[in-house]
C-alpha cells in the first residue's frame, strides 16, 4: 500500500485573478485529489493511524469528508458507512454510492447526522472518522502547506491564504502547517456563507456558538458549530485570521467565474473561497480584508464532489443569478 493516499496537487498561477486583483494569484488545486477535494489528506492519514484493525469506518459528513472515509476504506479493504443529512444532494449519495459505501441519509443537517454516526460507532463496533474536529485529520490536512513551500521555493512566501471553513479542519491543517515552514506571520482569510457562518459568529461573540440552523446552499460548510480548536486559533495573538463573509449568490457567481476562467466546476465553499478575488488590490486592501499584501495570494481551492452541471443550473434558479 501507497504511504499515503493523496496526491500532491498542482499549485497553478492563475493569470485572469492576478490580472484582476493586481498581484500574484496562486490555486492550490485540491479538487484534484482523488476523493475531489483536500479532505483525503487528513482522513488518509487519520485512517492509516486508526482503521488497520477496524471491521469497518462511519463517517458522518456534508459529503467531502465521506467521499474521503469511502475512498481510503475501499482502498484498504474495509466497510465504509456514510451518514449524511437529507439537505446533501442525491448526486453526493450516488457518488458515495459509487466509493462502495453504504449511505444513510440522516436529519436534516450535518450535526444530525453526526449524532447518528456516532451512535452506530456505538452500537456497531465500528471506526468513527471524523469530518473536521481530530488533530490527526489537520496533521494530515497540513501537508498541502508543506508542498506549497516546496512549489515556491525559498524566499518566496504567501502574502496571504485564503479558504473555507466548515467546522474548521480545514482552518487548523492550513494553520498547522503555517506553524511547520515557519510562516505563521501570514495572515489566513477565513470564508464563510451567511447561513453557514458559525466560525463568524463564534469570533463576533467571543466564545462557541451554535447555530440554530443552516440556511446557506453552501451546504458542504454546514456544521452548526465550529471546533474548539479554530476558535481557540482566532484567539490567538501570534496569529491574523480574519474572518470574512460572502452571500450564496455572490459564491455562486464566483464558481461561474472560475469555472470561465480556470475552466473547473467547483462548489459553493470553493465559490466562498474564491469570491474574494472577484475584488480588486485596493479593495482587498482598502476595505480592512488585509491591511497590506507582502507576497501573492494563495487560495485552497478546496474541491467537492456535490457539484455538476445540473446542480449548478439548480442553484442558480433557486438563487436568481
Ligand atoms: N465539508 C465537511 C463538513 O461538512 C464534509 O463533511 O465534507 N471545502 C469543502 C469542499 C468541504 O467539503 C468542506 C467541509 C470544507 C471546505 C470546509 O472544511 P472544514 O469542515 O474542515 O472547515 C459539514
Redesign the pocket.
Known amino acids: 500500500m501507497a504511504n499515503h493516499f493523496h496526491l500532491n496537487t498542482p499549485l497553478l498561477e492563475s493569470v485572469s485573478m492576478s490580472k484582476r486583483v493586481g498581484t500574484a494569484v496562486y490555486l492550490k488545486m485540491e479538487n484534484s485529489q482523488p476523493s475531489g477535494?483536500?479532505?483525503i489528506r487528513g482522513i488518509g492519514h487519520l485512517c492509516q493511524q486508526m482503521v488497520r484493525q477496524s471491521k469497518g469506518v462511519v463517517?458522518?459528513?456534508?459529503?467531502?469528508?465521506?467521499?474521503a472515509a469511502a475512498y481510503v476504506a475501499r482502498k484498504m479493504g474495509v466497510p465504509a458507512t456514510i451518514v449524511v443529512p437529507s439537505s446533501s444532494p442525491q448526486l453526493v449519495v450516488q457518488r458515495l454510492q459509487d466509493q462502495g459505501a453504504t449511505v444513510k441519509i440522516t436529519g436534516k443537517v450535518?450535526d444530525d447526522a453526526n449524532a447518528e454516526a456516532l451512535r452506530l460507532a456505538e452500537t456497531e463496533g465500528l471506526t468513527y472518522v471524523p469530518?473536521?474536529d481530530h488533530p490527526l485529520?489537520w496533521q494530515g490536512?497540513s501537508s498541502m502547506i508543506t508542498e506549497v513551500a516546496a512549489s515556491l521555493g525559498p524566499g518566496v512566501k504567501p502574502g496571504a491564504v485564503l479558504?473555507?471553513?466548515?467546522?474548521?479542519?480545514?482552518?487548523?491543517?492550513v494553520i498547522q502547517g503555517l506553524k511547520d515552514v515557519g510562516w505563521t506571520d501570514v495572515p489566513v482569510v477565513a470564508m464563510e456563507t451567511v447561513g453557514a457562518d458559525c466560525f463568524n459568529a463564534a469570533v463576533k461573540a467571543g466564545r462557541l456558538v451554535t447555530l440554530d440552523d443552516i440556511t446557506s446552499e453552501a451546504?458542504?460548510?454546514?456544521?452548526k458549530t465550529?471546533c474548539k480548536k479554530?476558535f481557540e486559533y482566532s484567539q490567538c495573538n501570534e496569529l491574523t485570521i480574519i474572518s470574512e463573509l460572502v452571500t450564496d449568490e455572490q459564491a455562486l457567481r464566483a464558481v461561474e467565474t472560475f469555472l470561465d476562467e480556470e475552466r473547473v466546476l467547483v462548489?459553493m465553499?470553493?465559490g466562498a473561497t474564491s469570491s474574494c478575488l472577484q475584488r480588486t488590490y485596493t479593495q482587498i486592501t482598502g476595505e480592512g480584508l488585509l491591511p497590506t499584501l507582502l507576497g501573492p495570494l494563495l487560495v485552497i481551492v478546496?474541491?467537492?464532489s456535490?457539484v455538476d452541471m445540473e446542480q449548478l443550473t439548480n442553484l442558480k434558479h433557486k438563487l436568481q443569478t
Open positions: 477535494s483536500f479532505k463517517c458522518s459528513s456534508g459529503g467531502n469528508a465521506g467521499m450535518w469530518p473536521f485529520l490536512h479558504l473555507s471553513v466548515g467546522g474548521g479542519g480545514l482552518l487548523c491543517g451546504k458542504c460548510l454546514g456544521a465550529v479554530a462548489g465553499a470553493c478546496c474541491g467537492g456535490s
